[in-house]
């Protein structure tokens, strides 16, 4: 074996050492770091004295100690650290973490500014401009975290003209197209534009460049990024109810206040507040993803399942009206996300198990769900012809079809023996592409190509 070819070998032990390390409740990642370091110099150490690099690294290894027992000597060690995690920055770098505070408020302060800024030229937010606001709701924030993003991770200066011109073609199509507000083009440009958008986003998080290697990265920083929003939208939601009950009790509506200033600006600003603490905070949240995959993987599970037996039982066809295909696309799409979701929390090195069937039986359910969906959508199309919605919502199961057999395939491999977890990774972000450059498609053509109705 060439000298090259050994130090790749050790290099991908060390890496698949530290994500399971990473992975362990009590480590933060500059623990991490901390101990790979310690590795290293223990590793060469034992090259020194004539090991080679796979019995320095198997030494190394067994002298630090299992992982779980390294794991719990940080949480005995370390015990006080959560709750200094959630209100307190990092002792080492106060003064960085207080800077990138200050700038992420400024952040947030300009979305919510964005989301106003319309008014400054004559367009209120009210019923008559409510569906160009509809439109435009991701182009107040995504361009600033995106920004956020490329200051965190620096992208070469050709990767942010790309993103920008990316935001830049998005405000001009969804601005410019002769929309008509009540028609099914102008609905799917609102639904997509956020999707297509997402991609971009992703870019600047992966620090300009959108590799396989850095996807499920990106995938577990949005369910990341969910659960946060979701806490924080729930303490807005109680904010704004207090605040209209305290000033409906002496006699005024904050009705106004409410509905056009709080809960718009403060959605927009949440969305950047809630990157940062998935930035800051990370080894408090990251601990969530397999209790919630675990919790809600049987729970969808039982619900599909009840809903093919129940179809079946009463042979009752999809109705496949706008409302009911959005429903389950978002259905199908959720599913996508939590298995997603399931593999960026789960060690690709550990043994198959129960939980990995059940993943299965959730995604055959999903598949079979879909066939259903898609015999419907295409039916309907044979007896009424294409319309925007049918189109859009045919591509989308179709790539929806594609990325769940293929995993149910590979997840049927993992558990047989027959196949890495990792195949089965890669197949799954392979994929988030796809869905952005469709999403992308059904903003730019579908309004000419339907006549924008």
Same mark, same amino acid.
């Given at each position: ?7 790749v070998s ?6 698949r050492w ?12 500059t ?15 034992l090259?020194?004295?004539g090991l080679?690099?796979?019995?320095a690294?198997?030494v190394?290894v ?20 959560l ?15 207080s ?7 400024l952040?947030?302060l300009?979305?919510?500014v964005?989301?106003k ?5 004559g ?10 606001y509809l439109?435009?709701?991701?182009l107040?924030?995504?361009?600033l ?8 991770r %620096?992208?070469? +200066? $050709? ?9 830049? #073609? @998005?405000? &001009?199509f969804v601005?410019v197209y002769?929309?008509d507000r ?37 995938v577990?920083?949005s369910g ?17 109810g ?5 000033f409906?009790?002496?006699g ?5 206040f409410v %509905?056009?200033? +709080? $809960? ?5 600003a949440?969305?950047?507040? #809630? @990157?940062? &603490? ?9 601990n969530?993803?397999?209790?919630l ?6 729970l ?33 799409a959720l599913?996508?996300?939590?298995v ?6 789960r ?9 990995d ?17 898609l015999?419907s959508?295409? #039916? ?16 989308e199961n179709l ?6 057999a293929?995993?149910?395939?590979l997840?049927?491999?993992f558990?047989r023996?027959h ?8 197949w ?5 592409p796809l ?7 059904v903003v ?7 006549g924008?109705r």
């Amino acid at each position: 074996m060439s000298a090259l070819s050994t130090h790749v070998s050790l290099e991908q032990q060390i890496a698949r050492w530290r994500e399971f390390l990473r992975r362990r409740a009590a480590i933060h990642g500059t623990d991490v770091d901390e101990l790979e370091d310690h590795l290293r110099s223990q590793v060469n150490t034992l090259r020194e004295q004539g090991l080679s690099d796979d019995e320095a690294f198997l030494v190394a290894v067994k002298r630090m100690g299992s992982l779980d027992a390294v794991s719990r000597e940080f949480a005995r060690e370390h015990s006080e650290r959560l709750w200094k995690q959630l209100v307190l920055p990092a002792e080492a770098d106060d003064a960085g973490r207080s800077n990138d505070l200050l700038w992420v408020l400024l952040l947030a302060l300009a979305a919510a500014v964005a989301v106003k800024l319309p008014g400054l030229f004559g367009l209120a937010m009210d019923d008559a401009n409510a569906h160009g606001y509809l439109r435009n709701a991701s182009l107040f924030v995504l361009p600033l975290l995106a920004g956020y993003f490329a200051w965190k991770r %620096g992208p070469n +200066l $050709v990767s942010i003209v790309w993103m920008a011109l990316a935001f830049v #073609a @998005a405000a &001009l199509f969804v601005n410019v197209y002769p929309f008509d507000r009540s028609g099914d083009t102008h609905w799917l440009s609102v639904i997509h534009l956020p999707i297509a958008l997402w991609l971009v986003v992703g870019c600047a998080y992966s620090g300009g460049g959108f590799a396989s290697a850095r996807r499920m990265d990106f995938v577990r920083f949005s369910g990341e990024l969910a659960i946060y929003y979701v806490l924080i939208a729930l303490g807005g939601g109680v904010l704004s109810g207090f605040t209209a009950m305290m000033f409906n009790a002496i006699g005024m509506d904050p009705g106004e206040f409410v %509905g056009l200033w +709080l $809960v718009p600006c403060g959605a927009a600003a949440a969305v950047i507040i #809630a @990157a940062w &603490l998935v930035e800051a905070k990370q080894s408090v949240i990251e601990n969530m993803a397999p209790v919630l995959t675990k919790l809600f993987t049987p729970l969808f599970t039982a619900i599909l399942l009840a809903f093919l037996v129940t179809m079946i039982w009463t042979r009752s066809p999809i109705d496949v009206q706008r409302e009911v295909l959005i429903g389950f696309d978002l259905l199908l799409a959720l599913v996508v996300g939590l298995v997603l979701y399931a593999a960026s929390a789960r060690d690709s090195q550990a043994p198959p198990g129960i939980f990995d069937a059940l993943q299965l039986v959730l995604i055959v359910s999903a598949v079979a769900v879909d066939g259903v969906a898609l015999a419907s959508i295409v #039916a309907r199309i044979n007896e009424f012809g294409f319309t925007p919605n049918r189109v859009a919502a045919l591509g989308e199961n179709l790539i929806l079809l594609a990325n769940l057999a293929g995993s149910a395939w590979l997840y049927a491999r993992f558990l047989r023996g027959h196949g890495a977890f990792a195949v089965l990774e890669r197949w799954q972000v392979a994929f988030l592409p796809l869905y952005a450059l469709w999403a992308a498609l059904v903003v730019i053509a579908f309004p000419p190509l339907f006549g924008f109705r």
